[in-house]
Structure formats: C-alpha cells, structure tokens
C-alpha cells in the first residue's frame, strides 16, 4: 500500500474509499436500449473497443473527490509529510 493525499481538499491523508472497476462490454437495441448480448473479455467484435481505464479508482473519504490512484500516490509524493 502506498500514501495516497487527496489533491482537492490537500488535509486527507488517512480516509478513502477504494473503487474497484470491472467492465462488461455489452452490445444495446438502439431503440429500446436493451442488451442484446454481453461480450466475452477479449471476445468484443471487430468494432467494439475495450475498455482500458483503470481498475481502481479512489474517492476521498473527507471531500468526495475521485480520481486514478495514481493521481493521489504522486500528490502525497510531491506534499510529503513533516514530521
């Protein structure tokens, strides 16, 4: 586990909420919007793209703010902590 600092409220350093992300690729009825089939990972047809986010998102516990993890690893490495 790494540091992480909210990069909106810049105080929070202690509470979050980890957001973990599974995509399911789906294919819709234009008019009616619904499914008409859910597609295999690594299965989508020629014109589906995949998805390629992130699988983990984080919200700040104090503030609300989400964001990519990465995002407040290298705030809290850039605003380390004095002691």
Do not use: W
Request: glycine letters at 6%; one cysteine or more.
């Amino acid at each position: 586990m790494t540091a992480y600092l909210c990069p909106r409220c810049k105080t929070n350093r202690m509470r979050f909420n980890k957001i973990e992300q599974k995509a399911t690729s789906v294919k819709l009825d234009p008019e009616s919007g619904e499914v008409v089939s859910v597609m295999e990972e690594g299965k989508a047809d020629p014109f589906h793209m995949e998805y390629k986010g992130p699988n983990v998102r984080v919200q700040c516990a104090a503030c609300g703010e989400i964001g990519d993890e990465d995002t407040f690893i290298q705030f809290a490495k850039s605003h380390p902590r004095h002691s």
